[in-house]
């Protein structure tokens, strides 16, 4: 009951920015959790960042200092700044949702692509 969309994936330099959008649209209840996955070739699905409905964050270690998750509840939407990014960076990321009501819920995955 619950779509996720994913953008702003692409292929980027090292050192170099981006910035992922996912917009939630469907039954949404509050409060609910949305964060970031990624995956990369031959490696499990590993959590990036996670924001809850108030704002408070979490973030692995190999993204600390470089990433930053955010979210507007008006719009539905969490996005994931992702600074100085790294070849190791390069995955599929995927947006999720846990609501109080229903979850997860995952969206279709955007390429991120860091080169050397």
């Known amino acids: 009951q619950v779509q996720l969309v994913e953008s702003g994936g692409g292929l980027v330099q090292s050192g170099g920015s981006l910035r992922l959008s996912c917009a939630a649209s469907?039954?949404?209840?509050?409060?609910?959790?949305m964060g970031w996955y990624r995956q990369a070739p031959g490696k499990q699905r590993e959590l990036v960042a996670i924001i809850t409905s108030g704002g408070a964050t979490n973030y692995v270690d190999p993204v600390k200092g470089r990433f930053t998750i955010s979210r507007d509840n008006a719009k539905n939407t969490v996005y994931l700044q992702m600074n100085s990014l790294k070849p190791e960076d390069t995955a599929v990321y995927y947006c999720?949702?846990?609501?109080?009501?229903?979850?997860?819920?995952w969206g279709q995955g955007t390429q991120v692509t860091v080169s050397s």
């Open positions: 469907g039954r949404l209840f509050s409060p609910y959790t």
């Open positions: 999720n949702y846990q609501g109080i009501g229903g979850g997860p819920w």
